[in-house]
Antibody, heavy 127, light 108 residues
Framework: QVQLVESGGGVVQPGRSLRLSCEAS????????MHWVRQAPGKGLEWVAF????????YYADSVKGRFTISRDSSKNTLFLQMNSLRAEDTAVYYC????????????????????WGQGTMVTVSS | EIVLTQSPATLSLSPGERATLSCRAT??????LAWYQQKPGQAPRLLIY???NRATGIPARFSGSGSGTDFTLTISSLEPEDFAVYYC??????????FGPGTKVDIK
């Protein structure tokens, strides 16, 4: 079955870097756009970044723009999130999610519904 | 940026009762609205997309309605496994994709 498995989380000091991975299985990874969504402890969901199926376009939330970079390696069925200049407010569970495989109208080439989610990986930014 | 608000923040109900959750957008999102369910320690799960379409495997007791700025998620008869937090999310005029703050449905 379709599965997304995140890894790479941990405890990191403010200002340092971390790279998250999300390995996909059970799907043709190169066909789908992919998102990162995060959730601070006890808080709601926040969309972080999106990458097109072929990696040609990338979009970011203002809160991470210039610090985070989304990328993918379709030969390894893996999505990445490079996080630099980390701040305390980046502390969260980070989920990868598939851009939906749904019979609906795309908006500017994107479905924008998250139909498959990984289990999440926790990132704690603390000194 | 489109902001979504959800009400109530918490809904206390008993199994078998009907749950009605509201999501309101600061500007029209047409019908480009989704609903997710999240249980403690778990990832969110897609329930409804484009306002009224159930995702694969979602029971018929879940239904969505609305358009423009006002949307409703209805659970016709609460089962024990339905007690969770529910989030709405729009896909109109992105980026960003934004979520509402959530409604917690707990056991009365």
């Amino acid at each position: 079955q379709v599965q997304l498995v995140e890894s790479g989380g941990g405890v990191v000091q403010p200002g340092r870097s971390l790279r998250l991975s999300c390995e996909a299985s059970g799907l043709t990874f190169s066909r789908y756009g992919m998102h990162w969504v995060r959730q601070a402890p006890g808080k709601g969901l926040e969309w972080v970044a999106f990458i097109w199926h072929d990696g040609s376009n990338k979009y970011y939330a203002d809160s991470v723009k210039g610090r985070f970079t989304i990328s993918r390696d379709s030969s390894k069925n893996t999505l990445f999130l490079q996080m630099n200049s980390l701040r305390a407010e980046d502390t969260a569970v980070y989920y990868c999610a598939r851009d939906g495989d749904l019979p609906i109208t795309m908006i500017r080439g994107v479905i924008g519904v998250f139909d498959i989610w990984g289990q999440g990986t926790m990132v704690t930014v603390s000194s | 940026e489109i902001v979504l608000t959800q009400s109530p923040a918490t809904l206390s109900l008993s199994p078998g009762e009907r749950a009605t959750l509201s999501c309101r957008a600061t500007q029209s999102v047409s019908t480009y609205l989704a609903w997710y369910q999240q249980k403690p320690g778990q990832a969110p799960r897609l329930l409804i997309y484009d306002a009224s379409n159930r995702a694969t495997g979602i029971p018929a007791r879940f239904s969505g309605s609305g358009s423009g700025t006002d949307f409703t998620l209805t659970i016709s008869s609460l089962e024990p496994e339905d007690f969770a937090v529910y989030y709405c999310q729009h896909r109109s005029n992105w980026p960003p994709f934004t979520f509402g703050p959530g409604t917690k449905v707990d056991i009365k």
